[in-house]
């Protein structure tokens, strides 16, 4: 069991910035973790955002965000980060971060055990 607490999410003006934040404080590292972002909004069924292969090894990312959010780690603070960068208002949706990943594509919610709680992203126009 993987306990993950997401934090960052605010109300912010399209074009804007924020970096959402992942832990898990009762693991000793994420260094070799398969990590995820999805994120769901109203009504819709949750979707992969970006992803972190073990070690860093290789990223993924959605086509909606690409060249606009990053994921990455800070392996010294055993931190994910999502930075968002020119958010639009079809990024508004509670974001979660998500690992305990199975195998398959790094984007499907169905291939990771453990999930966050989730942090909230508003996006005005």
């Known amino acids: 069991q993987v306990r993950l607490v997401e934090s960052g999410g605010d109300s912010v003006q399209a074009g804007g910035s924020l970096r959402l934040s992942c832990t898990a404080p009762?693991?000793?590292?994420?260094?070799?973790?398969?990590m995820g972002w999805f994120r769901q909004a109203p009504g819709k069924e949750r979707e992969g955002v970006a992803s972190?292969?073990?070690?860093?090894?290789?990223?993924y990312y959605a086509d909606s965000v690409k060249g606009r959010f990053t994921i990455s780690r800070d392996h010294a603070e055993n931190t994910m980060y999502l930075q968002m960068n020119s958010l639009k208002p079809e990024d508004t949706a509670m974001y979660y971060c998500?690992?305990?990943?199975?195998?398959?594509?790094?984007?499907?919610?169905?291939?990771?055990?453990?999930w966050g709680q989730g942090t909230q992203v508003t996006v005005s126009s």
């Open positions: 998500a690992t305990g990943y199975s195998g398959g594509s790094l984007l499907i919610e169905k291939n990771y055990a453990y």
């Open positions: 009762s693991s000793s590292t994420i260094s070799f973790m398969t």
């Open positions: 972190i292969y073990t070690r860093d090894i290789r990223t």
